[in-house]
Every structure is written in C-alpha cells, then in structure tokens.
C-alpha cells in the first residue's frame, strides 16, 4: 500500500481513540469533575452526535476544496477538539470538546476512502479502503486498552494529549505523503446532494443502518454476557474485548480482499447472513466459556468484513460526486451503534435476559438483507437492455 494510506490509517487509529477510549476512563473522568457515571455517558454521546452531524456538514463545506486539503483540515479540527478535551477545567467544556472532536470524525473517513481508492489500481479499491479503516480497528485491539491503563497510572488528561499528538503526526505525514494534484474534488454542493438522493446510495446507507446494529446489539451488552453467562472473571473482559478487535482487524483485512474480487453487493448479502446466523448460534454459545470467545472473534470480523464493501458499492453508486455520499456512511454506523444498543436494551427490559440482545441482533442483521438485495436488483434493472 502507498505510503500515504498509510499515514491517512494513523489518523484513524487517533479516531478509533478518540471514541472508545474514553468509556475505559469514563469512572476517573467523572470523579475528576464531579459528576455521576450517567452524566459521564453525556461525553460519549456527544462524540456520537458529533459524528452524525459533522459528517455531511463538514463534507459540504468542503466540497469544493482539494481533498489532501480537506483531509488537513478535518484532522487539525480532530487535534484542536482533544487538546480542548485535555485541558477542560469543566465537565461542560469537556462536553463540547467531545462533539467537536467528533465533527470530522465520518468526514475524515469518507474523504480519506476517497483518496485511498484513488492511489491503487480499480481493482484494490477496496483493499486500500480496507487498509485506512485498519487504524480503527488496531486502535480497539491496542491502542484502547493502553491509553486506558496509560490514563489509570497518569491521569485521564494524558490520554486525550497523546491522542493529540498523533493527530498531529498525521497532519505532518499527510504534507508530506499526499501530494497537491492527489485528488481535486470539483463537483458542485447541489451534485453531492443529488448523488446522495440515489436509490442505490441510499439503500446502501440503510442496509448499514438496520443490518449492522445487530453488531452493536451484541457488542454493548458483551461484558455482562461474557460474566454473568459464559462465567468469565471481570480482569479477563479486557481480553476478550481485545478478542473482539482481533476478530475487527481481520474482518476488515479479508472483507477488502472479498469486495475486490467478488460483487461488493453480493459481498454484502452474504456477510449480513453469516452475521444473522452466528448471532443466533450466539443465543446459546455465550453460555460456554469454550464456545464464547470463538463467537466473539466471529461476530466482530463479519461484523467489520462488511466496511469495505459496503465503501466500495456506495462509491460506485455516487459516480463523480461521492464525496457526501462516503462520509454519510459514517452517520449510518453511528446510528446503527444507537438503534443496536437501543434493541438490546429492549429485550433486556423486557426480562428476556442476558441471551437476549444477540438475538435481537440476528433480527437486526436480517432485516439488514432487505435493502442489500434491493441494491443488487435496482443494478439490474439500471443495466437491462430494452428489447
């Protein structure tokens, strides 16, 4: 991979820490400044919305820049919101520099796939996408649980500096890897729009939204399962949460090298089924302490082998002004993240018990096929030849 997808992957994995580390230091941060644990959930939350807006916001208002520029720009926004975070003398400043930092977050993402697809031949397209996403994927296998232990021995505020610092570090690295005539994003405000209202783009964006909230129907409620019913010690989640960014990373690896060499529409079908049927074999599993971990590994590889895929058919489905349409896709995961939590906590509400939330998330991946399939016959009919 080009050397430039490679400092664009440094700059997610400063994403990746951005938006998980700080549940590891949710406790410190809200005895640090005198709040409760469900006020403190506030600062997740506020990264989220961050996501959600930023992303379509700050893409259009970028539109017309150099991409290498947009890309400069989306991360010294991210850099500016963690050294805020890391000097917020108040909970509420410390609030805003969470939404903030999470502005350019799907931003960052969707403009940096673009440039990514763009340095390879057409048919490592995905692969290359696959290769930027991995930094959020180690940043959960690594760099979470260290900037959490890092942020227990010195201080929460620590770990928003070091994440700083590597934004930084990005930034230098793209000036120096990414060259002005990358990629010049040319195509109008209005086409962006027009090419995001596609049947195509927005099935794509939907079946993102259903189907893989049956991941985070499964990934929100993992600690409890993994010790109220497989029976694992609390000092062993850690490793199993490192199982999951394990399963992450490879997904996201073979899920590239998947949609590069078969139909990314048909790729995306096939990974949402595997995900349903292992989330109802997961019903039963996560009562062994055998057959658990393998079922977490499992869940989060298909759960992260769709990313790429799914980059690649909205990619193709914006034509010349994808722009929008790729960083929506971040929004969609967010809002997957919140529908499947939302589910789990449904049934769990419902008394239904702790093997309840993977099969709310079997529902979820299911329905999630509706959309896929609809994007494989909308193409046909796109490509039928009249008689």
Known sequence: MPV??????????????????????????????????????????????????????????????????????????????????????????????????????GAFFGVGALVAASLVAPGRRASAVASMVLGLTVANLVGVPAATALGGLLGWRLAFVLITGL???????????????????????????????????????????????????????????????AGFGTATVPVLLGVFGLGMTVGTVAGGRLADRFDPRRVVVALLAAQAGLLVVAVAAVHSPVTAPVLVFGIGAVGLAIVPAVQTLVLDAAGEAPALASASIQSAFNLANAIGAAAGGLVLSAGLGLAAPPAAGALLAALGIVPAVAVIRYARRRTAVPA
Do not use: K, Q, W
């Not at 959930?41 to 919305?49: R, S």
């Not at 690295?173 to 990414?178: C, R």
């Open 4 to 105: 430039a997808i490679v400092v664009m992957a440094l700059g997610t994995f400063a994403i990746g820490l951005s938006e998980f580390a700080v549940m590891g230091l949710l406790p410190r941060i809200a005895a640090d400044l005198g709040v409760s644990l469900p006020v403190g959930g506030n600062l997740v939350t506020a990264y989220a919305v961050g996501v959600v807006v930023g992303a379509p916001l700050l893409t259009a208002a970028a539109v017309r820049l150099r991409r290498r520029t947009a890309l400069l720009l989306f991360m010294a926004v991210f850099a500016a919101g963690n050294a805020l975070a890391a000097l917020a003398p108040t909970f509420g400043l410390l609030v805003v520099a969470r939404f903030l930092s999470g502005l350019p977050h």
């Open 167 to 229: 934004a930084l570090l990005c930034v230098a690295g793209m000036l120096a890897t990414l060259t002005r005539d990358t990629v010049t994003a040319r195509p109008s405000i209005g086409a962006e729009f027009a090419a995001l209202r596609r049947p195509a783009v927005l099935l794509a964006l939907g079946t993102v939204v259903v189907g893989c909230g049956g991941l985070f129907a499964f990934y929100t409620y993992i600690a409890p399962m993994m010790t109220d019913l």
